[in-house]
C-alpha cells in the first residue's frame, strides 16, 4: 500500500513547516558535528524529513512535557544520527537548546548515539543497531496493557536490518497484534562499507515484511507531503491489528551534493571549506 | 495440560519434572501472588514455560503473561522497552541463554537504562547435566557482576527464592536471578524474609568461614556442622546476592578466620571467589583465600548428581575439600 492521500490545502502551511524544521535539523546537524569534530552526517540528512514530519505534524506531545505517559513514543534505532534529532526535541523545550552548544564535550549529555537517562525526551537510549523495534514492543505491549492509546514509532536504517534481532522483533510484534506500533525503515541503501546489496541484500523488503505478517507501505522519505498522511493515517487508525512498517525510500547524504554521490560521508567531518559549501547549500535549498 | 489415556502421567516428561521441582513452583506462585497483591507485575518466558515454572503464572494471570517463542535477546529488550512503562516485567529463560546470549542486551537496554527489569537465569550451573556446555552456565556471575548497575542474586533454596522475589519488587534499578533446577534442599523455613546486599551469618568460625551462594549455602552448612563436631570452629556465610557483595561480612569473616573458602556452582574466576578475593587483598586483610568452584574448564556431562559428586560441589565434596584446606593450611 503506498500513500495516495494528497495533502489538503490547509496543511500546505504545515508541509513547509516541517520542511523548514528538517533543513533546520541539517544545519544543526553540521553546527553540532562541528563541536565534536566527527559524526554521522549523511545518516542524519536521510531521515531528517521523516523525525521533523514525526515530531511536528504527527506525534502527540506536550510541550515541555517528556514524561507525558500518554505521548506517542518514538525509539531511534538508528541512533548514530542522534545529533539531527536533538534540535528537535530542543524544539518542544524537553531541555534547553543552549546545552547543545556543549555537544560531546567532556560531561555532557549528548553524545553521538542518544542516552535516555540523561536527555529529557529520548523515549529510549540507541546506538547498539537492532535492539529498538524490542524496546518498541515493549513499549507497545505496555501501553496496551495499561489501556494507553499512544502510538510507538520505530525509526530503523536498512543496514540495521541486517541484525538478526530485528526479525524476532517483527515477528513478535505481529504475533501480539500490535497495532499501535509503527516501524520507519530509512533506506537510503547504504551502511558503513558501502551499498546494502553489497554488503547483505535485503531485497525484497516489503514482502518480507508482508511475509512477517505487517501491514506495509512504501513511501519517498523526503516527500514531506507523502509522508504527513501516510504517517498520520496510521497513527489515527486505532482499530489496526498489526504492526505497520513504512519503506521510507530516501538519499543517503540528502541536501549535500558531494554527500549524496559519495557513500563514504557516513562517518566523517567537514573541514572549514567543505563546511561553507553544505551551508550554503542547505540555506539556499530553505 | 493432559495426559492422553494409556498413558502413565509421571512419564509425562515436562510436567514430572515441574512437579519435582518446588523451586520452579514457587518462582510461578510467588509471582502471580505478587501479581494478586496489586504489584505491577508481568513475566515472561522464551518457550520454557514448563521447564521453569512459569506455566504457573500464566494459569492465574493469563492477561500478564507474555510469550517470547524462542527469542531471548528480544525478549530481555522488549523487558526493558516494559519497564519504561511502569511495569515490572520479570522474565526467564536458562541462565546459559540469560546472561550469555543476551549478555549485551542486558547491558545495553536493562542496566545501562538502569530500568527495573528482573533477569531470572536459571538452570544456572551445571544443573543442566548431561544436556552439555551449551545449556550450562559457569560464567553468569562473572559476566553479570561486571555489568554496572545490576544487583545479581542467587537465592539458597525455595523459600529463599520466593523472599528475594518479594525483595525484589520495589528494588530500584535491574536484578539478575541466579536460580537452579528448582530442586535445592531446604535451608530456610517457609515465609523467610531476605535483604537484597545483607548476607545471611548462619555461623562465625576462628579456623574457617565457607562463603556459599545458590546452591552451595546447603552443603555448606552440612560441612561446617561435620568440621565442628571433629573440633574446627567454621563459620558460614550465605551470600545470596553476589552484587553488591556483602563487603561488612566477608571483611569481618576474614579477619576472625585463619582460612576463608568460596564455594560457587560457577567458574572459580570471576564470580563470588572473583569478588571475595578482590575485596580482600584491596582490603590488605592477611587471609589464606580457597575458591571452590568449576575450575576454569567445561564441565563434563552426565547427572547432574554425578557432576556435583566429580566436582565436589555436593556435600562430601566440599567437605574433602574444606579438610584438605584445613590439612594443607595447618592448624
Keep these: 500500500m503506498t500513500a495516495q492521500t494528497p495533502a489538503g490545502p490547509a496543511d500546505r502551511e504545515l508541509i513547509e513547516h516541517i520542511e523548514e524544521r528538517a533543513q533546520f535539523a541539517r544545519l544543526e546537524t553540521v553546527r553540532l558535528i562541528s563541536i565534536a569534530k566527527t559524526g554521522h552526517y549523511a545518516s542524519g540528512f536521510s531521515c531528517a524529513e521523516i523525525l521533523a514530519t514525526l515530531y511536528y505534524g504527527v506525534m502527540r506531545l506536550r510541550r515541555g512535557e517528556p514524561d507525558w505517559p500518554d505521548r506517542d513514543r518514538f525509539l531511534f534505532g538508528k541512533g548514530h544520527a542522534a545529533a539531527t534529532l536533538y534540535p528537535l526535541l530542543a524544539d518542544w523545550d524537553f531541555f534547553d537548546a543552549a546545552e547543545l552548544d556543549e555537544y560531546t564535550r567532556l560531561g555532557n549529555a549528548f553524545g553521538d548515539h542518544p542516552d535516555m537517562t540523561r536527555i529529557p525526551g529520548i523515549d529510549f537510549s540507541s546506538g547498539s543497531l537492532g535492539h529498538a523495534l524490542s524496546t518498541g514492543t515493549g513499549m507497545a505491549l505496555g501501553g496496551r496493557l495499561q489501556g494507553r492509546p499512544y502510538t510507538t514509532f520505530v525509526l530503523l536504517g536498512d543496514g540495521e536490518l541486517h541484525e538478526g534481532q530485528i526479525w524476532e522483533a517483527a515477528l513478535g510484534a505481529a504475533h501480539h497484534g500490535l497495532g499501535r ?48 498522511p501516510l504517517l498520520r493515517s496510521l497513527a489515527e487508525d486505532t482499530g489496526r491489528d498489526r504492526p505497520a512498517v513504512v519503506v521510507a525510500n530516501t538519499v543517503k547524504g540528502k541536501g549535500i551534493s558531494y554527500m549524496e554521490s559519495e557513500f563514504g560521508w557516513h562517518l566523517g567531518w567537514l573541514a572549514e571549506r567543505d563546511e561553507a559549501n553544505a551551508l550554503a547549500e542547505l540555506r539556499g535549498a530553505r | 495440560m493432559s495426559v492422553a489415556p494409556g498413558l502413565q502421567p509421571e512419564s509425562w516428561h515436562l510436567l514430572s519434572l515441574l512437579e519435582q521441582a518446588p523451586g520452579l513452583q514457587a518462582l510461578g506462585d510467588t509471582l502471580a501472588d505478587l501479581a494478586d497483591e496489586g504489584h505491577p507485575v508481568v513475566v515472561g518466558t522464551a518457550d520454557l514455560k514448563y521447564s521453569n515454572g512459569l506455566v504457573r503464572f500464566q494459569d492465574r494471570h493469563p492477561d500478564k503473561y507474555l510469550q517470547f517463542g524462542i527469542s531471548e535477546q528480544h525478549m530481555v529488550s522488549t523487558a526493558a522497552g516494559l519497564a519504561t512503562t511502569g511495569l515490572r516485567p520479570y522474565v526467564a529463560t536458562f541462565a546459559s541463554f540469560m546472561a550469555l546470549l543476551a549478555c549485551e542486551q542486558i547491558r545495553t537496554d536493562v542496566a545501562y537504562t538502569r530500568q527495573p527489569v528482573r533477569l531470572i537465569g536459571h538452570h544456572a550451573g551445571i544443573t543442566l547435566g548431561f544436556y552439555g556446555t551449551s545449556h550450562h552456565a559457569t560464567e553468569d556471575l562473572a559476566i553479570t557482576r561486571s555489568i554496572a548497575g545490576l544487583t545479581v542474586i542467587a537465592p539458597a533454596d525455595t523459600a529463599a527464592l520466593a523472599a528475594a522475589l518479594r525483595a525484589s519488587v520495589d528494588h530500584p534499578g535491574p536484578i539478575y536471578f541466579r536460580i537452579g533446577r528448582g530442586r535445592d534442599p531446604d535451608v530456610y523455613p517457609a515465609g523467610t524474609t531476605l535483604e537484597i546486599g545483607k548476607a545471611v551469618e548462619h555461623r562465625t568460625g576462628s579456623d574457617l568461614t565457607l562463603i556459599a551462594t545458590g546452591s552451595m549455602v546447603h552443603p555448606a552448612l552440612g560441612v561446617a556442622a561435620a568440621l565442628t563436631a571433629d573440633g574446627y570452629d567454621v563459620g558460614v556465610l550465605d551470600m545470596h546476592t553476589v552484587k553488591p557483595l556483602d563487603e561488612d561480612a566477608v571483611l569481618k569473616a576474614a579477619r576472625r578466620s585463619r582460612l576463608l573458602m568460596t564455594v560457587e556452582e560457577h567458574n572459580v574466576l570471576g564470580g563470588l571467589g572473583g569478588a571475595v578475593a578482590e575485596l580482600i587483598s584491596e582490603h590488605g586483610v592477611p587471609v589464606r583465600l580457597h575458591r571452590h568452584g568449576i575450575r576454569d574448564q567445561y564441565s563434563l556431562i552426565g547427572p547432574p548428581t554425578h557432576l556435583y559428586r566429580h566436582y565436589r560441589l555436593d556435600a562430601a565434596g566440599v567437605e574433602a575439600e574444606a579438610r584438605d584446606l584445613l590439612r594443607t593450611q595447618g592448624r
Design chain 1, 181 to 228: 506500533l509503527v516501524a520507519i525503515v530509512d533506506r537510503n541503501d547504504h551502511s558503513l562499507d558501502g551499498r546494502i546489496d553489497g554488503v547483505t541484500g535485503i531485497e525484497p523488503l516489503l514482502d518480507k515484511w508482508r511475509a512477517f505478517g505487517w501491514q506495509t507501505h512504501e513511501v519517498d522519505g523526503h516527500d514531506v507531503s507523502a509522508l504527513l
